[in-house]
């Protein structure tokens, strides 16, 4: 057989296992998560969760143990017309304004960094926090030495 391959040479892709040159495969490290900044503003709530906020609280004054409120509160949303979803859809775009706003003052800060007065020590507040008291200690002790 000229420029044709024999059936050992032909490799069954669907049952071979791809590894890399040089031995057995390594098991992957998980990717490491960033970490997310506690003062970035919250993302604004959908006019359904703006819906479901209120749903809630009246569903669960009027059936106290039943526990789909969930379920109860989707199903009332899909049967709504627009026209009863406005006020529900006005409210979330006031609070996309409003989060779009605190974005821009957020990246804004991101952008200048940290002022001067923010930058602390090498030390930190509960470091900091000890020595006042190690002080105090002393303090007492000085008092109670006098008597």
């Known amino acids: 057989?000229?420029?044709?391959?024999?059936?050992?040479?032909?490799?069954?892709?669907?049952?071979?296992?791809?590894?890399?040159?040089?031995?057995a495969s390594k098991p992957r490290k998980p990717a490491k998560?960033?970490?997310?900044?506690?003062?970035?503003?919250?993302r604004p709530a959908s006019a359904f969760f703006v819906f479901m906020e209120e749903f809630r609280q009246t569903y669960k004054e009027k059936h106290p143990n039943n526990?789909?409120?969930?379920?109860?509160?989707?199903?009332?949303?899909k049967s709504m017309s627009e026209a009863e979803k406005a006020p529900y859809v006005a409210k979330a775009e006031k609070r996309k304004v409003e989060y779009e706003k605190n974005m821009k003052a957020y990246n804004k800060r991101q952008a200048e960094g940290p002022k001067p007065d923010e930058d602390e020590s090498e030390k930190s507040v509960s470091e900091v926090n000890n020595e006042d008291e190690?002080?105090?200690?002393?303090g007492s002790e000085e008092e109670e030495d006098d008597d």
Do not use: F, I, Y
């Open 1 to 23: 057989m000229k420029g044709g391959r024999s059936k050992s040479q032909v490799k069954n892709t669907s049952l071979s296992v791809n590894r890399k040159a040089g031995g």
């Open 134 to 138: 190690d002080d105090d200690e002393e």
């Open 67 to 77: 526990k789909s409120v969930s379920v109860a509160g989707g199903d009332k949303w």
């Open 33 to 42: 998560k960033a970490v997310k900044d506690p003062n970035k503003p919250k």
